[in-house]
């Protein structure tokens, strides 16, 4: 298996808790479509329980054979953010990309440069934010025979100061993983596992504690369930009550949905639950 960057070593399992439970949004909206000149064109729309809406227009051209890729996007905050990516031009394994964000109402403008590295059993990331700082972040994560150790740091240039850190350590397996992660300077400790028990079932937990703001452990414990090969259904409770459930089906080829809805189970007779719905096109 390929060793995946520091933020995914416990990817599986966050996936599953958080991927694909539609309640976070009353209702969201994707259309992707691709030109004969091979031009990929991607509008999104949200809107938020309180009534807020956001949204993006986005093209991106990409050009296998020399590695480039150039995406450019329109907000509706009226931020025109480009993105320049070269994927193993320079080096084989390693791809550098550079963003740039305007926003012409405040006349505000942001730089990035950005370095992703992988090799067989490495994978190493360096992030370089230009205007804010500047600043710099690294991470970096190793494997042998499926063990992960990984880590990251950020670094204020300026201040010629490191700003945080973090640890993890994982397994990863074809049908199971695990992972210790040690975030905010190694103050919120998280185990987290994941489990495909069969084609059709999956199932994780995470448990998280803050040693600096909190003396219990929360806790969350998530499962999928494919119905058949267009659709699944996903359930999740933590230790505060709060459950969510959600359903997603390939209506036709090219149109999906997505349902969810989240409940305080402590408090069932309040206006604390949300509802949403998720409509995917791809042409």
Same mark, same amino acid.
């Given at each position: 298996m390929a060793v995946p960057a520091f933020p995914d070593i416990a990817k599986p399992s966050n996936d599953l808790l958080n991927k694909d439970f539609y309640h976070l949004a009353a209702g969201?909206?994707?259309?992707?479509?691709?030109?004969?000149?091979?031009?990929?064109?991607?509008?999104?729309?949200?809107?938020?329980?309180?009534?807020?809406?956001?949204?993006?227009?986005?093209?991106?051209y990409v050009d296998s054979s020399s590695g480039l890729t150039i995406t450019q996007a329109w907000t509706t905050l009226n931020a025109l953010d480009t993105k320049v990516e070269l994927d193993n031009a320079i080096t084989k394994g390693l791809k550098a990309e550079a963003i740039t964000q305007y926003l012409p109402n405040s006349n505000n403008k942001g730089a990035k440069l950005n370095f992703y590295f992988k090799q067989p059993n490495f994978h190493a990331r360096a992030f370089f934010d230009l205007f804010k700082g500047p600043t710099a972040n690294f991470d970096a994560t190793v494997g042998h025979e499926g063990f992960l150790l990984g880590g990251d740091a950020g670094y204020?240039?300026?201040?010629?100061?490191?700003?945080?850190? *973090?640890?993890?350590?994982?397994?990863?397996?074809?049908?199971?993983?695990?992972?210790?992660?040690?975030?905010?300077?190694l103050t919120v400790i998280a185990a987290s596992y994941y489990h495909r028990v069969n084609s059709q079932v999956e199932a994780g937990?995470?448990?998280?504690?803050?040693?600096?703001? *909190?003396s219990t452990v929360g806790l969350e414990v998530a499962s999928k369930y494919r119905l058949d090969p267009t659709s699944f259904f996903k359930a999740k409770v933590n230790d505060r009550g709060i459950?969510?459930?959600?359903?997603?089906?390939?209506?036709?080829?090219?149109?999906t949905a997505g349902m969810g809805a989240s409940f305080d189970t402590q408090k069932l007779s309040e206006a604390a639950h949300k509802v949403g719905v998720s409509f995917t096109f791809d042409a």
């Open positions: 969201t909206l994707e259309v992707k479509s691709k030109a004969a000149n091979g031009v990929n064109f991607n509008v999104k729309g949200r809107s938020t329980h309180d009534g807020a809406s956001s949204g993006s227009l986005e093209g991106k204020d240039v300026q201040k010629a100061a490191i700003t945080r850190y *973090s640890a993890a350590i994982g397994y990863q397996a074809p049908d199971y993983s695990a992972a210790i992660t040690a975030t905010n300077n937990a995470k448990a998280t504690w803050d040693s600096k703001n *909190s459950a969510a459930l959600s359903y997603n089906v390939v209506l036709r080829s090219g149109v």
